[in-house]
């Protein structure tokens, strides 16, 4: 007997053993080796070397295969009748297990069983088997669309950063290294949005492995298991420093007094100077909200930023602007837009803003002159005029929850409110007024 006939016969008693796994699979390499069969393997050099964008089919496991993504890494598939199933990440998932996992969903295939509920883990919970599409749309079911006034802002971000690269991946596989490739690209184009991206996937994550006060779990069950990190923690942004630029008085002139060419959108952006209000607020203004005769906006809570019905106490530049538009306006909104649009939007009075400071020359966008400046510069010159923060508070509808205030308080301060709304406007037109330069030159 040659050493190879012995070679084959111990290798074959090896395998009559019944070994499973990476120790079987290199048994019968031997085996074809010592048989003469030219062999052809893979190792785990060569998914250590995999390049971003390329992908490897075992050809000695059919239907194993990795891919490896920009944003979602390594990830590993089975792939049967033209479909890919994941079921895995690499390294967290070695060689080893992956192809012990092949096995596994061959096998239940080969039994008729779901792919969906082929592992062990799916077969023993079901949250194992949600991925973050699941999850995502979950969230927004059944808790952001109940729970925020924002959450089409919450599913936005999710469709836009989320879904596209991980919706196949298994939540409970969801890192912070996934996390950080979602937001680093974000907070260098745009690093208010990447700290609010930020925020929806740590609540998302908070609520499905805690739950929620707000919608509750007395029965103790969570949509991901308790256990389950949330990987938004460990992932932190840069501090970002936050730009609020205040206008002059002779900057604050200069806008007002070119507003008229804007037109309608104009008068809309004067409004949020007179109202201090926020710049949404005033382009989805229906008349329904607002009573000349009294003087009042009532912003419904639906519509505020903070969720708190807020009451304007209009000045008499306001009432006369929007008296004037009611004479010569149909339809349901202050504000209507052209194209069977309800009403102009906020982007539509931002382009505005935007055209008028290029034409005099006063900075805008990042750093610049924005809607927001408007409340800027009334809050100052309020605070500049000694009135209190409470009166502040009032006038731009601003809730300040780590003060007893916001429980026990409920003074309305209207009167003071509306005293302190018609010096702001009367303070725009002296800044526009031919008659009063001595303000804009002290600027």
């Known amino acids: 007997m040659t050493a190879r006939d012995q070679a084959i016969k111990h290798i074959e008693a090896a395998l009559g053993t019944g070994v499973r796994g990476d120790i079987r699979e290199h048994l019968t390499k031997a085996l074809r080796a010592a048989q003469g069969e030219k062999t052809f393997g893979l190792t785990k050099a060569h998914y250590d070397n995999l ?3 390329a992908k490897i089919n075992d050809r000695d496991r059919p239907g194993l295969m990795m891919r490896h993504g920009k944003r979602t890494g390594k990830i590993w598939y089975f792939r049967h009748k033209q479909k890919e199933h994941q079921f895995g990440t690499y390294p967290d998932m070695s060689v080893a297990d992956a192809r012990i996992k092949w096995n596994e969903l061959r096998e239940a295939v080969q039994r008729g069983d779901s792919l969906t509920v082929a592992t062990a883990e799916a077969k023993a919970t079901k949250s194992l088997a949600m991925t973050m599409g699941d999850l995502c749309k979950r969230y927004i079911d059944d808790y952001a669309r109940q729970t925020k006034r924002s959450w089409d802002m919450d599913k936005t971000y999710l469709q836009k ?3 596209p690269h991980y919706a196949a991946l298994p939540a409970t596989e969801f890192t912070p290294d996934h996390v950080r490739a979602i937001l680093a690209p974000i907070s260098k184009r745009t690093p208010r949005e990447a700290e609010k991206v930020r925020g929806v996937l740590s609540s998302m994550f908070n609520v499905a492995t805690r739950g929620s006060r707000k919608i ?5 069950s969570t949509w991901l298991p308790p256990t389950t990190m949330n990987p938004v923690t ?3 942004l840069p501090k970002r420093e936050t730009k609020s630029f205040l206008p002059s008085a002779r900057q604050l002139e200069t806008i007002l007094r070119a507003l008229p060419d804007e037109g309608d959108v104009g008068e809309a952006i004067l409004l949020q100077a007179q109202t201090c209000a926020r710049v949404s607020e005033v382009t989805d203004l229906p008349w329904v ?6 003087g009042v906006w009532t912003l419904p809570s639906e519509r505020a930023k903070n969720g708190y019905e807020h009451r304007v106490m209009l000045s008499a530049q306001s009432v006369i602007l929007l008296k004037a538009r009611r004479e ?5 909104h202050v504000f209507p837009a052209r194209g069977g649009v309800a009403h102009i939007t906020r982007n539509t009075a931002g382009k505005a803003i935007r055209r008028v400071c290029r034409a005099v020359g006063v900075p805008d966008g990042r750093g610049g002159f924005t809607s927001h400046a408007l409340r800027h510069a009334c809050l100052t010159w309020l605070a500049e005029r000694g009135t209190s923060k409470d009166i502040r508070d009032r006038v731009s509808n601003h809730v300040d929850k780590t003060s007893s205030d916001s ?23 002296a800044l526009t007024s031919d ?7 002290r600027a």
Request: one cysteine or more; glycine letters at 8%.
């Open 289 to 294: 909200e607002l009573d000349l005769d009294a």
């Open 407 to 429: 429980v026990y308080n409920k003074a309305q301060l209207n009167e003071p409110a509306r005293e302190w709304t018609q010096r702001w406007c009367d303070h725009l037109d």
């Open 161 to 163: 950063h989320v879904l």
């Open 51 to 53: 390049a971003v964008g």
């Open 216 to 220: 509750g779990n007395l029965d103790g």
């Open 234 to 236: 460990p992932v932190v």
């Open 328 to 332: 010569r306006i149909t339809g349901d």
């Open 435 to 441: 008659k009063v330069v001595s303000i804009s030159a």
